[in-house]
């Protein structure tokens, strides 16, 4: 390898890894994104131009409805990062099989249906007494903050957690040598170095409450609405094209301009840190305690009330609904498991896409070309924040010819899933890249390794856990996608777990219910054992790295 | 440093995936997964295929010797027994290979977008709120199946045939016999009273379908509905988003506290045939004079390239066969006078005798002026 010819052959090898590095995420994004979403603006707006935008600013309605939006993003993210911080700590510190645990379970609400959050976010305030009176939350902007909180806790916990964890303590423990005390040692000595993952768990928690839809309209009651809602109202109740897409123009503008201040804040380069060596000191028990007594009552109330729902047969309690799941019901075109085996099918595919395409992407962003750096973070974030009717409206159009006559293909939702979960990919390894010490690198280039090499050796075992964590988002996201999905025309036999949930709720009867109800636990258990098996894949020690 | 060099192994891999992906994206059109309309495996089909004779006729039309597949656009909610379309291929050879596109405005706004390139051939579930904007956007072929004799004159809501009336529904007001503070409700005024403050639930005429037919219901059946929708909100209306927060959520039936709900004529009997233990009747009634019809129809999509078969489709659709399985697949209720009634159904299930109705066309002129009218009063 190391004659002359062996050279060669990588500097080819190197330009030809170059071009499909930025070719794969730029052909995906062009074709499954840029394409379908100008085609249905145009098509919206093509006539007109940009009139109907300035009628928009006009309305009072409008400007309420973009100050909401921003407004109620803003403060999710804000709490959600309060809330979620100290349990990244404690996922930072665990090791070994709790860690795992622990963040499998946060990542149960993510594949959680809005309809079904919402149902048990309602019945845990009458449990509580918070359905009226004083302190009523049902119909509240709190509600709507509370469920954002709900879920979006493991976005913070895990992208953060997982960072942290490699995190050099040293400085910290010199810190503390010198005098300093906990507080200050985490203001002055860990957030700073926190700001890069900080900045991504953010941006995403952002963009999913800036395009939150169900929980805005079911719990946030009928008078709220965002630029998501608004969409749908004029696209679909209304029928009226032109204000819906002059209405999804608004909202990619104003999410290009917040991932723009997010990047921003995230590229700020971090202390680089090499490996560490040790385990911090655990960490103190009351500390422990309290983190664990917030996940309980935050994330464990609602899912508690959802599984006694699930289990509630009559007067009593049985495993009857769990039993039906195998049952076709007239409501379903096939039983509500085989819905299940449909969404991990997808969920798979979904995660394999997203991890190609984050991954080559994240290495873009960090190491590219500068020019291309900005493009593809901005480009590949934006699914997250753009609407879902845009998108599958967006499709339903511009792919409807051959050679991409992809509108009725099953494949079509896959890449839906795909295009969402790739942002998660690509936050969760950003910061993770960006932080490996130059000297590694430059070490091992020295010692004669090829750029090729430096990349496998160097910075794939580094970056694997926030691939693999990436990966666990992707996979939790597809299983629990519902906007895009229902968007999409379908055949019966695609029916995905979220949509047949909800089709269970559209008919009364308690069976029914009951049915719903176990399939969202199901569910909920699938996705907290997949991340688990998905992070652990990884094995203990690598950890330390 | 700045570029990225990558080692062509992991690369390969990686692009060997996408091109994957690519390609069988690009031919996954025809890939049926887990297809359930197949006509091999169907096991037994009634009798009478009809290999012998070189046209086959259902209800008068004639079709090609070898037909074409079909697709039926249709929404969410649509669903048959397994043999129902099975029972059509056999008897025609086409095959019918379903799409759901969402709920029903969804669905009429995807046909809209892609009239000209139609997602299907036959559209299956636009009613009559939507009716209007499927007539004006002309997404369908006119088409008059013989079979439409044996429906009544009042379902027929084109005058051009360009869609065809299959079922039909009643929103009305559900109540829980057992939790209601007086007797029953029999007008809509009654709700107004005081002794039924703070217990009913109705859901928003923006964003739900049963909450704009009762707003229209409203609107057809009191002297000043804006004075009523007034009276209501006085008297403690609850709104939700949808029928699913509505039914589970405020309603008794799932735990709330509010005895009256805006839901169909057909709920009554889905409490008990879905009742976790049997029970002989249901919990629920229904409001008969607060009831406003839904019809859904059916229509060929213009832009098809098989019009013989898609008028196929719209024939069997009113044949016995497929009417008698609409009630307990989709709890409505059949159009034509040849179906059968279901038990349970028969039962169970009330018509109103005098639905209330708004034309189609007033529908699709004043709905939004109609619902921003109602978001004022009772929103504020």
Not at chain 1, 336 to 362: D, I, N, Q, R
Not at chain 1, 490 to 502: D, G, N, Q, S
Not at chain 2, 101 to 123: F, K, R, W, Y
Not at chain 2, 352 to 374: G, M, N, Q, S
Request: proline share 7%; net charge negative.
């Amino acid at each position: 390898m190391d004659g002359p010819v062996g050279r060669n052959r990588s500097r080819i090898g190197g330009l030809a890894a170059r071009w499909v590095a930025v070719g794969v995420p730029a052909v995906f994004l062009a074709v499954f994104f840029v394409y379908p979403v100008g085609a249905i603006l145009w098509r919206g707006l093509g006539e007109e131009g940009l009139g109907p935008m300035s009628d928009l600013f006009a309305s009072a309605r409008t400007r309420g409805v973009v100050w909401f939006t921003v407004w109620q993003a803003l403060a999710s993210t804000v709490i959600t990062l309060v809330v979620a911080l100290p349990a990244a700590a404690l996922v930072s510190r665990l090791r070994g099989r709790y860690r795992h645990l622990i963040r499998g379970l946060v990542t149960v609400p993510f594949v959680l249906p809005t309809v079904v959050v919402a149902g048990a976010f309602e019945g845990v305030f009458f449990r509580f007494g918070l359905d009226q009176g004083d302190f009523r939350l049902r119909h509240t902007v709190w509600a709507i903050l509370l469920a954002h909180v709900f879920f979006n806790y493991a976005v913070v916990v895990r992208i953060v957690g997982s960072f942290w964890s490699g995190l050099d303590h040293h400085l910290e423990e010199q810190a503390r040598v010198l005098g300093a005390g906990p507080i200050q040692t985490f203001w002055a000595v860990t957030l700073p170095r926190l700001r890069p993952a900080i900045a991504s768990a953010c941006a995403i928690v952002f963009l999913f409450s800036f395009t939150s839809f169900g929980v805005i309209l079911l719990l946030g009651g009928p008078r709220r609405a965002t630029l998501e809602t608004e969409i749908y109202r004029q696209a679909v109740t209304r029928g009226d094209l032109r204000s819906a897409a002059a209405l999804a123009l608004l909202q990619l503008f104003a999410v290009l301009a917040l991932i723009a201040v997010a990047t921003r804040l995230e590229r700020r380069r971090p202390a680089p840190t090499g490996v560490v060596h040790r385990p911090p000191q655990p960490m103190r028990r009351a500390f422990r305690g309290a983190n664990l007594a917030m996940m309980t009552v935050l994330l464990g109330s609602p899912i508690a009330i959802l599984v006694e729902r699930s289990l509630a047969v009559g007067d009593g309690y049985g495993f009857d609904h769990y039993r039906a799941l195998t049952e076709r019901v007239p409501q379903l075109p096939a039983s509500a498991a085989t819905a299940l085996s449909t969404s991990l099918v997808f969920a798979t595919a979904a995660t394999a896409m997203a991890l190609t395409v984050g991954t080559l992407t994240a290495f873009v962003v960090v190491h590219g070309r500068l020019s291309l750096r900005r493009i593809f973070d901005l480009g590949l974030t934006l699914p997250l924040g753009t609407s879902a009717v845009t998108i599958g409206f967006g499709i339903l159009i511009a792919l409807d010819e051959p050679p991409l006559d992809l509108r009725t293909s099953w494949w079509i939702i896959p890449i839906a899933h795909a295009l969402v979960g790739t942002p998660f990919v690509v936050r969760t390894m950003v910061p993770v890249l960006r932080r490996i010490d130059p000297q590694i690198r430059e070490a091992a280039a020295v010692l004669g390794a090829s750029p090729g090499r430096v990349r496998r050796l160097v910075d794939l075992p580094i970056a694997g856990r926030g691939m693999l964590v990436g990966a666990g988002f992707a996979f939790a996201v597809s299983l629990g996608e519902f906007g895009a999905t229902s968007f999409l025309p379908r055949r019966p036999e695609t029916l995905t777990a979220p949509l047949a949930l909800f089709r269970l709720l559209s008919t009364p009867g308690e069976l029914l219910r009951g049915q719903a109800m176990a399939l969202a636990v199901v569910l909920m258990a699938i996705v907290a054992l997949s991340v688990v098996a998905i992070e652990a894949a990884r094995g203990t020690e690598q950890d330390f790295l | 440093m700045t570029r990225p060099h990558f080692s062509v192994s992991l690369i390969a891999g990686l692009i060997g995936f996408i091109v994957i992906v690519l390609i069988g994206a690009a031919c996954g059109n025809d890939d049926n997964v887990g297809d359930t309309s197949s006509p091999t495996d169907m096991g037994e089909t009634p009798g009478d295929a009809p290999a012998s004779s070189q046209y086959v006729t259902t209800g008068g039309n004639e079709l090609p010797a070898d037909p074409s597949g079909i697709t039926l656009l249709t929404h969410d909610s649509f669903a048959l027994s397994d043999e129902t379309l099975a029972t059509f291929t056999a008897q025609t050879g086409i095959e019918v290979t379903l799409l759901q596109a969402g709920d029903t405005g969804t669905m009429v706004s995807e046909a809209i977008l892609t009239a000209g390139n139609p997602l299907g051939d036959v559209m299956f579930g636009v009613d009559n709120t939507f009716l209007a904007r499927t007539l004006n956007a002309e997404l369908f072929e006119p088409y008059e199946s013989p079979n439409l004799a044996d429906v009544p004159d009042i379902f027929k809501l084109d005058p051009q045939n360009r869609v065809t009336p299959i079922d039909f529904g009643d929103v009305c007001i559900n109540y829980w016999t057992d939790a209601l503070p007086a007797d029953p409700p029999t007008t809509l005024e009654d709700l107004t009273a005081p002794e039924f403050a703070d217990q009913l639930v109705v859901q928003n005429p923006e964003t739900s379908s049963p909450g704009l037919a009762f707003l229209l219901a409203t609107i057809a059946g009191t002297d000043d509905w804006e004075q009523f929708w007034a009276d209501l909100a006085d008297n403690g209306v609850a709104v939700t988003a949808g029928w699913e927060d509505a039914y589970y959520g405020e309603f008794i039936s799932g735990g709330g506290d509010r005895s009256m709900v805006v839901s169909y004529a057909s709920s009554p009997p889905a409490e008990v045939i879905y009742a976790s233990s049997p029970i002989d009747t249901p919990p629920t009634g229904v409001l008969l004079d607060s009831c406003f019809r839904q019809i859904e129809f059916a229509g060929v999509l213009s832009g098809t390239d098989h019009p013989a078969e898609a008028q196929a489709l719209i024939d069997f659709m009113l044949t016995p066969t497929f009417q008698d399985d609409v009630p307990l697949n989709m709890f409505v209720f059949p159009v034509a006078n040849t179906a059968t009634l279901p038990q349970v159904f028969g039962e169970h299930a009330q018509i109103a005798d005098d639905p209330l109705f708004v034309d189609p066309a007033d529908i699709e002129a004043h709905r939004d002026e109609w619902t921003d009218r109602w978001v004022e009063i009772v929103l504020g």
